[in-house]
């Protein structure tokens, strides 16, 4: 499910997410002393979009922004997906 490392999480970009950004998917490295949240992440990524405007997944689960992350973990973010 997660990755193999101790202090390291992978990010993975969806959609138009990652057409703004220029990467699909980045490997983080993240202080083990330091609890971690879905939130930490996305400024870590430097991300300037609304973090309102998209889905977040830790492990295959969808979870909201206040979640927290372990190392090893894999975090996704995909824009909120809309239909007619």
């Not at 949240?37 to 979870?63: G, M, Q």
């Amino acid at each position: 499910m997660g990755i193999e490392s101790c202090n390291k999480i992978k990010v993975i970009l969806f959609a138009s997410l990652e057409e703004d950004m220029g990467w699909k998917e980045k490997i983080l490295r993240i202080d083990n002393n330091v609890e971690m949240k879905v939130n930490s992440i996305w400024d870590l990524i430097n991300c300037d979009f609304p973090k309102e405007n998209f889905i977040v997944a830790v492990n295959d689960e969808i979870v909201d922004m206040d979640s927290s992350i372990n190392t090893g973990d894999e975090v996704a973010f995909m824009p909120i997906f809309t239909g007619g």
